[in-house]
């Protein structure tokens, strides 16, 4: 499934166009293998390579990611599991209906979005962006966890939620502090080097 649910994700970004920023969680198709925790994977390669900037949620916080939970839960109930696929092709055209369908019901909110760049004809083998921003919550001794890493914050931040913005070219990290009662005031709060690796989307899998 991983393989075929890939293949209609993309399709699905080139018929849409690109958004600025992809939500991901900290699954390991995502973020890599969880025996090399300071990598990322291909997908992350992909959207920096289209100018797409990845946005990791926090760690076993399901708000965060309940719309897009909810829209995988209704595709794979009204395609994937629906009917039986011959092959890739054969999924690709029932997800196209099922696509169509629900832009129709939901055509005045996804009128009302942001515009969105048009997927370009051939995808760079080189990042176009170098931001990838993690979303962490401190733990009790106000420190988050990037890769193998752990950052201690100013005190004060034990079990707050933080952004934290890594630089590839710059192998910098720097994070900001989230305010719910005031959330245009994001100061920051920490700098650091940081230094992960990512898989090129183009190279064969292992």
Same mark, same amino acid.
């Given at each position: 499934?991983?393989?075929?649910?890939?293949?209609?994700?993309?399709?699905?970004?080139?018929?849409?166009?690109?958004?600025?920023?992809?939500?991901?969680?900290?699954?390991?198709?995502?973020?890599?293998?969880?025996?090399?925790?300071?990598?990322l994977?291909?997908?992350?390669?992909?959207?920096?390579?289209?100018?797409?900037?990845?946005?990791?949620?926090?760690?076993?916080?399901?708000?965060?990611?309940?719309?897009?939970?909810?829209?995988?839960?209704?595709?794979?109930?009204?395609?994937?599991?629906?009917?039986?696929?011959?092959?890739?092709?054969?999924?690709?055209?029932?997800?196209?209906?099922?696509l169509?369908a629900?832009?129709?019901?939901?055509?005045?909110r996804?009128?009302?979005?942001?515009?969105?760049?048009?997927?370009?004809a051939?995808?760079?083998?080189?990042?176009?962006?170098?931001? #990838?921003?993690? $979303?962490? %919550?401190?733990?009790?001794?106000?420190?988050?966890k &990037?890769?193998? *890493? !752990?950052? /201690? @914050?100013?005190?004060?931040?034990?079990?707050?939620?933080?952004?934290?913005?890594?630089r590839?070219?710059?192998?910098?990290?720097? #994070?900001?502090? $989230?305010? %719910?009662?005031?959330?245009?005031?994001?100061?920051? &709060?920490?700098? *650091? !080097?940081? /230094? @992960?690796?990512?898989?090129?989307?183009?190279?064969?899998?292992?």
């Open positions: 499934m991983a393989e075929e649910g890939g293949e209609v994700a993309l399709f699905v970004v080139g018929r849409w166009g690109l958004p600025a920023y992809a939500p991901f969680d900290n699954d390991s198709i995502f973020q890599g293998a969880h025996a090399h925790p300071s990598h994977g291909r997908l992350v390669h992909y959207c920096l390579c289209l100018g797409v900037i990845p946005v990791f949620a926090p760690p076993r916080e399901q708000g965060f990611q309940n719309n897009i939970e909810s829209f995988n839960a209704l595709w794979q109930t009204k395609v994937w599991h629906r009917r039986q696929h011959r092959d890739a092709a054969q999924l690709r055209t029932r997800s196209t209906a099922f169509d629900h832009h129709a019901k939901h055509v005045l996804f009128d009302a979005a942001p515009r969105r760049a048009p997927f370009p051939a995808v760079s083998h080189r990042p176009l962006g170098c931001l #990838v921003i993690l $979303l962490r %919550r401190a733990d009790a001794r106000g420190s988050v &990037i890769g193998r *890493r !752990s950052f /201690r @914050l100013p005190s004060g931040y034990a079990h707050r939620l933080v952004r934290c913005e890594w590839i070219a710059l192998a910098r990290l720097t #994070v900001f502090a $989230l305010h %719910r009662s005031a959330p245009a005031h994001q100061p920051q &709060i920490l700098q *650091r !080097s940081l /230094r @992960l690796s990512i898989t090129p989307w183009f190279s064969a899998p292992r």
